[in-house]
């Protein structure tokens, strides 16, 4: 039997420490599995005529990199078709980065922008700011959580919000003291209200904004995301892409099952599962327990500094309770959205309750705060911990005056991003980026977990130093413990014979390399269903 294809480098690194394999420099493939892993000499029997020879003398070979939580298709969208926010740290600077935005579109044109962080408002976010500026325009601006607008006074008059609104999740429209909305559109219902009055985007713009993002993030060393999401128009999005060619990497969509919701939504997203393209498919149900703690929306056993972040995103847990039970009684594995120490508790009470289903693991996303009786559970349950670790470098700041340091209190605080802890009580840790609302670059998020600040910035205080990892453990979360989160651990994950081929090939391997070495380690290819994707000029031969 001969190969497909042959990869040659200087290291397969496995990123294994529960067993010992053999050094290896090689890897063959057939029918897009891996067929052999070894040495030069051991896979030359399997090269023929057809057989395809790639070398990359000094690189080393990895497991395929996945990020477990990402946003591929509105983040897409987001980026192509607005203003990126995510430098200006001052309502200044975010004033000068949405002028040139105003300039180029007409008067009664909205302008959107992504990436607002809410520490550049002197209190709570109010779009009043940008009238003086930018009078008479309709601006939406989407915070750094994505789980809040900051919207200008004339698209609140478009709009037409009121601050009477109600919803049946904790929503809301902010109101100042003379009872008239601030512009602070909380959480996913209130927002979709302005969502709604944005600019059309075809399926076909869609789908190139889409191609290009994911492009970008595959020639960063990404082989595989999970989206937490399967919102419109993501089934026509990726068919389209497919029209035309392969997706870069492999997507795993889990839909979200909206906040108090019931069995026609539930049925819904459950007939969603098993959808698939060639490079995509949906598997799982993602909920969200509560919202963030920098809006006030997370649900913590105390209220915050503020009265708020007290409360569940579900205002009926008893509705989650049973809509967990009913995805698990049909098999199908969870994600479930819980930052807050109540919600995280009360997660794993009633996966605890609910029981495990056989196609893959039941997920927390985020557990940002939690109290150290809770640590130990996860393992216990088998529940994987699905943390973003560029949230604890990027949103907060290590010196506490950041936004959701402030809000939760120090106590809290300092119980805050515990990747350490939950790995050293033996929980599977899977990480990933929460992109766009974090790196999508790998490289960066996991020197990031290393160093636990901005690699970018060897200056700033680190946030909670003590709970960094390993840059093996690091890169063990978006290859071992990801295939795991993704019920793939039998097929992804592993260099090794019958495994799905995905691999990143990188320059050097990064656990000889400095947290700020590896931000910059090249990627030289990727490999996905065995098809490789070179992203430098090293040549290839066909025996």
Known sequence: MHADVIVLARHVEHLRTDTAAPPADAVAIRDGRILAVGDASSTASLRGPETTVYEFPDATILPGLTDVHAHPVWGSISIGSGVDLSGARTLDQVCDHLAEAVDAQPED????????????????????????????????????????????????????????????????????????????????????????????????????????????????????????????????????????????????????????????????????????????????????????????????????????????????????????????????????????????????????????????????????????????????????????????????????????????????????????????HHAVVALGSDWPIGPGDPRVGLADCQLRRPVEEPGSTPVHPEQALSAREAYAGMTLAAAHAGGAGHELGRVAPGYLADLTILAANPLDLTPEAQADNAVLATVVDGDVRLYTDLPKERS
Request: glycine residues 10%; aromatic residues 8%; negative net charge.
């Open 109 to 424: 044109g909205w302008i959107t922008g992504y990436d607002l962080d809410v520490n550049a408002f002197p209190d709570e976010p109010t779009g009043s700011v940008f009238d003086e500026r930018f009078p008479g325009r309709a601006i939406s601006l989407m915070t750094r959580d994505a789980h809040a607008l900051v919207v200008s006074t004339h698209a609140v008059e478009l709009v037409g919000l009121t601050g009477r609104e109600t919803f049946t999740d904790a929503s809301s429209v902010e109101v100042g003291p003379d009872g008239r909305p601030t512009g602070y559109v909380v959480e996913l219902q209130a927002m979709d209200l302005v969502f709604a009055h944005y600019p059309e985007v075809s399926v076909d713009t869609a789908a190139e904004y889409v191609r290009h993002e994911l492009e970008r993030l595959a020639r960063a060393g990404l082989t595989g995301l999970h989206a937490l999401d399967f919102t419109d128009p993501s089934e026509a999005v990726y068919r389209r892409i497919e029209e035309d060619t392969d997706l870069p990497l492999r997507i795993r969509c889990s839909p979200l099952v909206a906040a108090d919701s019931g069995p026609d939504e539930w049925r819904r997203v459950a007939g969603l599962q098993g959808l698939r393209g060639r490079r995509w498919h949906v598997e799982g149900a993602k909920f969200m327990l509560d919202g963030t703690a920098d809006n006030g929306t997370a649900w913590f056993e105390r209220p915050d500094t503020h009265g708020e972040n007290c409360e569940p995103l579900w205002r009926d847990v008893d509705a989650y309770r049973a809509a967990m039970r009913f995805f698990v009684e049909r098999g199908i594995p969870t994600a479930t959205h819980a930052i807050g120490d109540r919600a995280v508790r009360f997660a794993l009470d009633v996966i605890e309750e609910v029981g495990s289903v056989v196609r893959g693991p039941h997920r927390i996303e985020h557990v940002e705060s939690i109290p150290d009786d809770l640590l130990g559970r996860f393992a216990e349950l088998g529940v994987v911990a699905s943390l973003q670790p560029a949230h604890a470098t990027r949103h907060t700041r290590g010196d506490g005056t950041d936004n959701w340091s402030r809000r939760i209190g120090p106590d809290r605080a300092a119980h805050g991003w515990r990747t350490r802890d939950l790995v050293d």
